[in-house]
């Protein structure tokens, strides 16, 4: 990998402030500085060259400084008043020019500011060479005035600076009392010069275009106050700037094609949010601003070595004066002065630590500046900003054992600082995100921290393993993990007496983090290496024992690290698992287990597909496949007991898992394609009253329009159906005798066990084998089988009884009778068949159906059925012999189990016995009390919940449905028109 603390040096002559800015040194010493950093600030989108924002900066520097200044504007060339090496000029020369401007410089001693930025002033001035347009470079001196100091630092030549000066004396004649914050100075000087004014045209043509771009970057594409389409000024000043690109615009005061440019500028430069400012908004939009502000802001640093003159705190106050024009305050220039303190320290090198530090302290004003400002255009600005610088300082920290060692480890503290900073900022003040979750505890610092240490130390274990690869030949036939053993070992220690010492600062458990880290790496490498592996070999042998000592290094070091911390390393303990030599051969066995579950699986996949469910298959009417499966269970078990490992009880929850998900999975299939209860039940007819006084016969070729349930037969034919009721028998005993023999495997594993070589006297106690997933499938497969036998012998196989004959017509020519002559033949076979432990369920569950079914008959039998007060008897009478059938006089189920299982329709029954005028009554009363009558005269329908009771609106409706008199069907027409037939 490549070391990511190189750059390529990029060229100054491409640069441009759309995209990164340039200090000055970037341009005279090339060959001195590094690669400057992009810049963080919004693309202009007007083609303004480094040097067009640097000369306009100027401009708004002199007028703000001259404006401000306690004494006239004059107009004196800076020739005469530097014009050579010599003392400052006399107080009665610069008399005449702004006192800010032109103030001689002060003792570098006397720098509050370099103070508190941690930065010491320099031993002796620094000579600055003058842009002279002679072709001679003048000689090294010291500018004697803050204005030439200025003037020097963003290379405007002397004729330049002499222009702008005549041109501010000018416009300040014409607008006597009028202050630069109030002119539009690009305007303002077009009409001050004309081509006459410039030693030759193209430099006039350049110097007309740049004030045409300033126009059209600070009014058009980024005014302050946004543009309202509506505004012929808009158009109009588009037209003309457009115009001027393709053919030379008259300039001067008088011109007609100037007065029409001055009116539309004017007209949008005087736009406000509140509609009181007198200021001309044309330089204070985002982000043309902050690009002429961060040329202004390059003037504070030395060209040649990036330096902070020491003259920074009469610059400062100049800058200042600029605020006004262009719409900075301090929050802004905390954050581009920030930038420019870190760009400077990467651009020359990153050897001036104090600049470093300086970049650190101002990053902690605009830390605290973040928290009181929510301003859309500031947070932008303060995001791409910190984001710049965090990018840059992540690219190294990301894999900081490539970018910091012995000879330049001093800076690696300062970076840290600054990136963490940065990182808190964005996540802390400007993430929405962080704000919604604030009340999770979030160390952003420790958090970023560790990731530089996990992502470094990856980065230097993925290089050492291509070293321990490079290092083995046929000379030094030792195992590449064994090298590479060694190698982390070395690794581990430099990072902590080298790097982690400085981690702490943000992470108290720097060291843990770095060891952790290495174990992850190296663990999985020994885990690919022992995936592989077949056989232990020497050379197995060797590389197990070289990743103990290793784990044992880096463990200890963890260890020291965890003595102060709360939770005493408890989290990163955690991912460091042990891989010594008894874990890498668990993991064989492991392998084995798996082959062998996953062949487990596939047999019962293939068997299943062949089982019939054939009832004469044996003798204890099970299934053949059940215990063909069982007989490879213990198979598999014997054979694991016999392997020569140290650690049976350790990986016998393995295999014992995977047999129980074998298990399960066989369950899961014997119970499948049975359906369930729902799947045999009828859906119910629509509600209808009776035809009073008629006989409720049919014809015999019609067939009764009951309940009916269609449910596919899977292959019927000729007694093989599957989901006949012998079928359904071996289906239940078959998952009760594997219930029986779960038990006999867990007796014959805890024997196993006491049996193996490394077995321990007390190796059984506690330890829990049971097949619990196996187990809970057969409990709920034999609930599931017996309802699902149940309601399809009730419902589908005895559906004919049930619906087309019991109580058609007459009640009292079709009774239960015929029904109960069914059921026996049914109760016969179930106990001659199912297992003795699960015959009574089974039972029960058909009692359940048959009291359903009977019930169902009686409240939703179809408008062939109607029964009269005097029929309740008859009802009555039916219901104690389907319950004397199952109490078997004293024979059959236990009566307590009878009488709850017929509690329901018990309730139901008296219901038939009453009235149709108190049913009528009741039902009216219960609709009240539901809320579900919508007047006195007005009954909704009841919902139908099939959860039959006395108390329940929609069983006592029923009940009048199915009642023969005229009461109550004249009382179903009249409210709710209930028709006679389906």
């Known amino acids: 990998m490549a070391r990511l603390f190189r750059e390529s040096r990029r060229d100054s002559s491409h640069s441009s402030s759309s995209n990164g800015f340039l200090p000055p040194a970037a341009a005279s010493t090339p060959s001195s500085a590094a690669s400057a950093l992009p810049s963080p600030f919004p693309d202009l989108g007007v083609a303004l060259s480094a ?100 003037r020097v630092q963003m290379r405007i030549s002397e004729p330049a600076d002499t222009r702008i000066r005549r041109g501010l004396l000018r416009i300040a004649a014409s607008q006597l009392g009028r202050r630069a914050e109030s002119m539009v100075l690009p305007l303002e000087f077009l009409q001050q010069f004309k081509a006459s004014d410039f030693p030759d045209p193209q430099e006039y043509e350049a110097w007309r275009s740049r004030n045409l771009k300033l126009l059209e970057a600070g009014l058009l594409v980024h005014p302050l106050v946004p543009l309202n389409k509506s505004d012929s000024s808009v158009q109009r000043l588009r037209q003309i700037i457009r115009g001027a690109y393709d053919r030379p615009l008259e300039t001067g005061k008088n011109s007609e094609s100037m007065q029409g440019l001055r009116t539309s500028v004017m007209s949008l430069a005087g736009r406000s949010h509140d509609g009181t400012s007198d200021g001309c908004h044309w330089a204070d939009g985002f982000p043309l601003n902050l690009h002429l502000y961060q040329m202004l802001v390059e003037a504070c640093f030395d060209n040649d070595e990036g330096t902070v003159v020491d003259e920074i705190d009469e610059v400062m106050e100049l800058l200042k004066k600029t605020w006004v024009i262009l719409g900075i305050n301090e929050l802004l220039h905390n954050l581009c002065f920030t930038w420019a303190l870190f760009n400077h320290f990467v651009m020359f090198g990153q050897v001036d630590i104090e600049l470093l530090s300086a970049a650190e302290n101002q990053l902690a004003e605009v830390s605290k500046d973040a928290k009181t400002t929510k301003d859309p255009n500031y947070c932008k600005v303060l995001s791409s900003t910190l984001s710049s610088i965090m990018g840059w300082t992540e690219k190294r920290l990301l894999a900081y054992h490539e970018t910091f060692n012995t000879s330049n480890i001093e800076s690696m503290q300062g970076i840290v600082s600054i990136g963490v900073s940065a990182a808190r900022v964005l996540v802390e003040d400007i993430s929405h995100e962080y704000r919604r979750r604030r009340k999770e505890e979030t160390d952003v610092a420790r958090s970023r921290v560790e990731t530089y240490i996990r992502s470094s130390l990856r980065t230097a274990f993925a290089q050492r393993m291509e070293e321990a690869d490079s290092k083995r030949s046929s000379r030094n036939p030792t195992p590449v993990l064994s090298i590479l053993a060694k190698d982390i070992g070395d690794l581990a220690m430099k990072e902590k007496n080298l790097y982690s010492p400085i981690l702490k600062t943000w992470h108290p458990l720097a060291s843990g983090v770095a060891v952790a880290t290495l174990h992850s790496c190296y663990g999985n490498e020994l885990k690919q290496f022992v995936a592989g592996l077949t056989e232990l070999t020497p050379d197995t042998v060797q590389v197990l024992k070289s990743a103990d000592k290793l784990e044992k290094d880096l463990v200890n070091i963890a260890v020291e690290d965890f003595v102060d911390s709360d939770d005493g390393g408890k989290s990163l303990i955690r991912e460091m698992p042990p891989y010594e030599a008894e874990n890498a051969i668990a993991n064989l066995v492991k392998v084995w287990i798996k082959e062998r579950v996953d062949r487990l699986k596939g047999w019962v996949d293939r068997n299943l597909k062949q089982e019939t469910w054939n009832p004469g298959a044996n003798r204890e ?202 059921l026996d033949p049914v109760l016969e076979t179930i106990s001659g068949m199912v297992h003795n432990k699960v015959r009574n369920r089974a039972i029960t569950s058909l009692m359940k159906a048959t009291f359903d079914g009977f019930l169902l008959v009686l409240l939703a039998g179809g408008p062939l059925r109607a029964f009269t007060r005097q029929d309740s008897q008859i009802i009555e009478d039916d219901f104690r012999a389907l319950r004397d059938l199952y109490l078997a006089d004293g024979d059959g189920l236990p009566e307590e189990l009878v009488d709850k299982a017929s509690s329901q329709v018990k309730n139901v029954l008296p219901l038939f016995r009453a009235d149709s005028e108190s049913l009528i009554e009741r039902f009216k009363r219960m609709m009240v009390e539901s809320n579900r009558s919508a007047s006195k005269n007005r009954l909704q329908m009841p919902p139908t919940t099939a959860h039959w009771s006395p108390n329940e609106p929609n069983t006592v409706l029923r009940v009048l449905c199915y009642r023969s008199d005229e009461t109550a069907t004249k009382f179903l027409k009249k409210t709710y028109s209930l028709p006679k037939k389906i």
């Not at 004196?76 to 020019?97: D, K, M, R």
């Not at 941690?118 to 031993?123: E, V």
């Not at 359904?728 to 023999?741: H, S």
């Open 51 to 150: 040097a067009d924002l640097r000369e306009a900066a100027y401009e708004v520097l002199v007028a703000a400084s001259r404006t401000t200044g306690g004494k006239p504007l004059s107009y004196i060339p800076q020739s005469s008043s530097v014009a050579a090496a010599g003392p400052p000029p006399s107080p009665a020369s610069s008399s005449a020019s702004s006192a800010s401007l032109q103030r001689s410089l002060t003792s570098a001693a006397a720098s509050k500011m370099k103070k508190a930025l941690g930065l010491r002033s320099s031993a002796s001035s620094k000579g600055v060479g003058s842009p002279g347009s002679g072709g001679k470079a003048a000689a090294p001196r010291r500018p004697a005035t803050v204005g030439e100091l200025m």
């Open 621 to 822: 009417n099970f299934a053949p496949s059940s215990v063909e499966m069982l007989r490879v269970v213990g198979e598999t078990l014997d054979a694991f007991f016999q392997l020569p490992i140290p650690m049976h009880p350790a990986l016998l929850p393995d295999l014992t898992a995977g047999l129980d998900r074998s298990l399960q999975l066989y369950v899961a299939k014997v119970k499948s394609g049975c359906g369930t209860r729902s799947s045999f039940m009828p859906q119910l007819p629509p509600l209808t009253r009776c035809e009073v006084g008629s006989k409720l016969l049919f014809k015999k070729k019609e067939k009764p329009q009951n309940l009916q349930v269609h449910v596919s037969q899977n292959g019927a034919a000729n007694g093989n159906d599957p989901l006949g009721l012998p079928q359904l028998c071996v289906r239940l005993n078959t998952l009760q005798y594997i219930r029986g023999e779960l038990e006999n495997l867990e007796k014959k594993i805890k024997t196993s066990l006491r049996n193996v070589e490394s077995a321990q006297a007390d190796i059984t106690d506690g330890l829990d084998i049971k097949f619990e997933l196996c187990q809970a499938a057969c409990q709920e497969g034999i609930q599931q089988i017996c309802e699902t036998t149940a309601y399809k012998v009730t419902f589908y196989d005895l559906g004919h009884v049930l619906w087309d004959t019991l109580y058609v017509g007459d009640t009292a020519s079709n009774r239960v009778e015929v029904l109960l002559r069914e």
